[in-house]
């Protein structure tokens, strides 16, 4: 094989392309060819099981992107950004499966859908089904085409689907010698037509991160190569397609990227050819995003270059600066770097996970190019951070450009950034059918603890007639993940993929994860009609949740969601079940668009806290879906006046926590007016409660965090039951006042053990208690709000968990213990040990402990404490305290009751009635006992008249009465609480 190393780069002048400007242009740096090395059709007898083992692949390449500190716009939100979910509804899809399970950090899942098959790929494997998701080749190496793949398994697989000459193509590099190893079917039958296989060697520089397209005269691939030098070293491979269909002797020639701006880690893109119509020859885009926070870049803009080559005379061959699309050409500001450019960015759910790798500046695979009867067009996307002058959240940025002639200037027909709420979207891949309508695939996750999400798939779209810039289509699930990434390199990257037999249905293949096996799933799914006549309505417009009046304009959004446009149909509405009222929907509506229709008749929603049910529907004869005629839509008349506590958020469990410990609430505006100067309070178990006033303003639908300004003591070891509201004057709803929060001054909390291998406790259950998919997080976890009910009547309990550590055969491996803190100083003691070094047998497995309490043992609220670990490492796990190298500690509590007490002896032995004096005759009426039925209040006065009666629930801990007795005559009362035949009396004076 002969190589022809150019040591200085041809430059051949600066020209004027498309705006006017100079724009620098260069020949190839590299030239070399290949031999076809033929492999025949895959065996079973040929098949290589895939590595099982973990492993981290290519890790040596992913440098840091650095950039300039407080450089580049915007300063705050993304102007492009779309913040609510789009309201179309589509089907779920058609079906989703399991693509690869594996331990392979990270998975690189990539696919693509042929006439007959789906070939999925991973690092560094690969398998095939059939197009209903069922596998017809079991997961094989890479290594299995062979040809030039044998032995070869260094991984970044791309796999895609050449529709134009029927051909899957599977690509790898390789690093004996550096070059990229490209199979290429010889027919569209992967499993029998066999393979020309080729080695194309890269002048002794591993091109990482490789990303292949199809384009009329060639096999493009880009990589992340000569980071400093990109510029002038080789960056862009062009691979002789024409040759390769052959199995014939093919050549390589790469290129650089003149006048390109990087930082560290980069991967730009080729448009990638999909559809009836073949790319012309020549003009071959080439595209990356340009950050302003970067060195160097003063404008956020996305750069194009076109290379054209010759392949009989190669020397001649070009690349050439084309096109910078910044703000005059339609891309909004962008930010499009995190952390400094580190690659640990994004917060999983559960304490001490690792940060997740956003895949920061990355034209995001593939960048999907199809040609129309009017117009060219092409999609891509990358990650960028919605508002950096808040916590980082990433969203997807996404572009549509078009060109109207071959050849011809490229420009922004649409952009948008997808964040439509606080979940981070990230790992995206784009694609456009043959109707010019968009899918977007990517993966969601939430550290919030109210509502975690761990990675998981989903995608959204948008149909070609929508409103520009937005995704439409309601947000829908392929997978949800089960746990958090056990690493932060995720990915590299998702494939979404066209079908090739319809060029209408669309193949997301991604990562999320179970335990410690990294999983790759394909969701399958069409946005296109599947109708010619389909009408429904999409949604309620107006109004909204608010203060509404006798007289409100009904709007709703009506949807064609076929392939003919409809004129004069009918519209109709009916409220709560009654009369309806039809009108006439008289304009032309197009296929898959939208639009409002008003009705005349006006509705009367003027009763306060009153929600309104509507029944929508569309009457278009010859309708050929029903399901998506009618809608279901409620209204709320808001009260003027409702606010609550939504959660405590400080203080959390811990050591040693003090006597001066912030208690922190969000308070949330539920009602239909701004509200101010709002009373809230906190109460530590049935202490005297703090009362103080929250001076802000809280908008209708407004959230805030309050930090009291007096502090709580919970210095003394034990639980707390933590209570906080709000008490606004004529509050409609007190069933949205208050919060309630447990959380634990604790003797020791055993952070730092080691549960990244599954070991520990992944499942819990004890009575109605059941907790699933517990994140290793950092070896200890508090669910002390998780109280478990034990009747000691019953003497035995039954304890179920779960471990995902390996194959247990060693007996001793995985043990498990467990301690109830009876006697409540946060310690736990041998005595207080109820399990002992259990043996959990096999992994991924219920296994149920018994143990006993005492008829006597107290009754009430207590600790109770877990451990699982590897005993054959070091840490004592019978000693709660001591961290394990291998294992988890969690918390929870237990309520301990007894069935079988008398009422009377309950009340009478174990209560004790308490009445505490606070400002302004306020009264607070206290029996702390754990009997749990309604009791009864009453208070008289010293002549025998009856003040008051009323109902008393057992508020966890007790039962606890506010009264008032600010009407009251001074004098001495009396109050009685119990049942109507047993209770307790106590005497108080009003003064």
């Given amino acids: 094989m002969k190589k022809i190393l150019f040591l200085l ?25 290949a031999k076809a090395v033929t492999s025949s059709a895959m065996s079973k007898r040929k098949l290589i099981p895939p590595a099982k083992e973990f492993k981290i692949y290519n890790p040596r390449n992913r440098g840091i992107n650095k950039i300039v500190p407080g450089k580049g716009l915007p300063k705050t939100r993304d102007e492009a950004l779309q913040q609510k979910m789009g309201e179309i509804p589509v089907k779920a899809p058609n079906f989703t499966f399991e693509a690869a399970s594996t331990q392979a950090t990270p998975t690189d899942p990539t696919g693509a859908a042929g006439p007959n098959h789906y070939v999925n790929g991973w690092n560094s494997a690969f398998s095939i089904f059939d197009k209903s998701g069922n596998r017809i080749m079991e997961p094989a190496s890479l290594a299995s085409i062979g040809g030039e793949f044998t032995n070869e398994t ?65 096999y493009y691939i880009t990589t992340n190569k000569n980071t400093r030098t990109a510029a002038t070293s080789q960056v862009v491979y062009a691979l002789e397609r024409d040759q390769m269909l052959a199995g014939e002797t093919a ?144 969203g997807i940025r996404w572009y549509e450009l078009r060109q109207q002639t071959d050849g011809g200037p490229w420009s922004v027909y649409q952009e948008g950034t997808y964040a439509p709420d606080n979940s981070d979207r990230f790992s995206g891949s784009i694609g456009l059918d043959a109707e010019g309508n968009i899918a977007l695939g990517y993966t969601v996750l939430n550290d919030n603890p109210q509502n975690p999400v761990f990675p998981s798939l989903r995608y959204t779209g948008r149909y070609l007639n929508d409103e520009p810039g937005i995704m439409t289509i309601e947000e829908q699930n392929i997978i949800e993940g089960e746990s958090p990434n056990p690493n932060s ?19 997301h293949n991604g990562e999320y994860f179970v335990g410690q096996e990294r999983k790759n799933h394909v969701g399958v799914f069409k946005i296109a009609p599947d109708f010619d006549n389909d009408l429904g309505v999409v949604s309620l417009v107006s109004p909204q949740d608010a203060s509404l009046g006798t007289n409100e304009e009904i709007t709703v959004k009506i949807r064609n969601y076929g392939r003919n446009g409809h004129a004069n149909f009918d519209v109709s509405y009916s409220i709560n079940g009654g009369p309806e009222v039809t009108e006439t929907f008289e304009e032309s509506l197009a296929a898959t668009s939208s639009a409002e229709f008003t009705f005349s008749e006006t509705a009367d929603l003027s009763e306060v806290g009153e929600t309104y049910d509507f029944l929508f529907s569309t009457n278009l004869e010859g309708d050929e879906n029903i399901e998506n005629d009618t809608l279901i839509a409620s209204v709320r008349h808001l009260p003027p006046n409702d606010v609550g506590v939504t959660s405590i958020d ?54 805030e965090v309050y930090t009291f300004n007096q502090t709580a003591d919970i210095s003394p070891s034990g639980s707390y039951r933590i209570t906080a509201g709000t008490r606004l004057e004529n509050d409609f709803d007190a069933s949205n006042d208050t919060s309630v929060r447990s959380v634990a001054n604790l003797d020791c909390i055993p952070e ?25 997080g950092n070896g200890y976890a508090d669910f002390i709000g998780l109280s478990a009910t034990l009747d000691r009547s019953q003497g035995e309990f039954t304890v179920s968990v779960q471990s995902l550590f390996g194959d247990l055969t060693d007996a001793n491996a995985e043990q498990f213990s467990l301690w109830i803190d009876f006697n409540d100083d946060a310690v736990f003691g041998d005595e207080e040990r109820l ?6 047998p096999t992994s991924g497995e219920w296994h149920s402990y018994n143990f006993s309490i005492s008829e006597d043992a107290p009754l009430g609220q207590h600790l109770l404490r877990i451990r699982a670990g590897d005993v054959d490492f070091d840490g004592d796990l019978n000693n709660p305290c001591e961290v394990m190298a291998y294992g988890t500690t969690h918390d929870y509590s ?14 009478l032995n174990e209560a004790e009635l308490v009445v505490v004096s606070e400002e302004n005759k306020q009264f607070r009426v206290i029996m702390e006992t754990d009997y749990e039925e309604t009791l009864r209040i009453t208070v008289h006065n010293i002549l025998g008249q009856k003040m008051l009666e009323n109902q008393v629930e057992n508020n966890g801990t007790g039962y606890v009465y506010e009264l008032d007795m600010s009407y009251a005559a001074r004098g001495v009362y009396l109050v009685r609480m119990g049942t109507r035949e047993v209770g307790k009396v106590k005497r108080f004076i009003v003064e």
């Avoid at 599977?170 to 992967?190: K, N, R």
């Avoid at 996307?381 to 808040?390: K, T």
């Avoid at 080691?754 to 699933?772: M, P, Q, T, Y």
Wanted: with cysteine; net charge negative; charged share 20%.
């Fill in 835 to 840: 399990i002992t070094s259990e043996v959990i």
């Fill in 894 to 907: 237990v309520n301990i009751t007894d069935s079988a007490l008398d009422i009377e002896d309950f009340i």
């Fill in 9 to 33: 780069i041809l430059i051949f002048g600066f020209h004027s392309i498309f705006l006017g400007q100079d724009r620098e242009t260069a020949g190839p740096v590299y030239i070399d060819s």
């Fill in 752 to 776: 730092g053990s080691d549960c990244s291998f599954g070991d520990g406790i992944s499942f819990f259950e004890l009575e109605d208690v059941l907790n699933e998919r517990i994140p290793c």
């Fill in 650 to 703: 400080a203080p959390q469990t811990g050591e040693s926590l003090g006597n001066s410990e912030e208690i922190t609430v969000s308070i949330e505006n539920f009602g239909g007016e701004p509200q101010e100067d709002i009373p809230v309070f906190y109460q530590v178990g049935n202490n005297t409660p703090v009362r103080e006033v929250f001076n802000g303003t809280l908008e209708v639908g407004g959230l």
């Fill in 251 to 394: 050549q390589i020639m790469s290129f650089p990227l003149p006048g390109i701006r990087t930082n560290g880690f980069y991967s730009p893109a080729g448009f990638s050819g999909i559809g009836n119509e073949i790319p012309p020859r020549g003009n071959s885009p080439i595209v990356f995003l340009q950050d302003d926070s970067w060195a160097g870049v003063n404008e956020d803009h996305l750069k194009l270059w076109l290379i054209n080559v010759d392949w009989n005379n190669p020397l001649a061959s070009t690349i050439s600066e084309s096109q910078e699309l910044g703000a005059a050409e339609g891309v909004s500001p962008f930010i499009a770097t995190f952390d400094g450019g580190s690659f640990s960015n994004l917060s999983q759910p559960g304490e001490d996970t690792p940060e997740m790798d956003v895949l920061q500046a990355t034209m995001m695979y593939m960048t999907t190019y199809r040609r129309f009867q009017n117009y060219n067009a092409v999609v891509m996307n990358f990650v960028v951070d919605v508002d950096p002058s808040a916590a980082e959240h990433a």
């Fill in 489 to 507: 390199r995720y990915g590299d990257y998702a494939h979404l993929s066209v079908d090739a037999a319809d060029g209408l249905t669309f193949w």
């Fill in 154 to 218: 260094l991984g970044d697989p791309i796999i895609l689907y050449d529709e134009f000459a029927d051909r899957f193509i599977i690509s790898q590099f390789s690093d004996t010698p550096e070059s990229f190893l490209i199979a290429v079917s010889q027919g569209p039958d992967p499993m029998n037509d066999g393979w020309y296989t080729y080695r194309f060697t890269t002048n002794g520089v591993l091109p990482d991160y490789p990303k292949i397209s199809v384009w009329g005269d060639g």
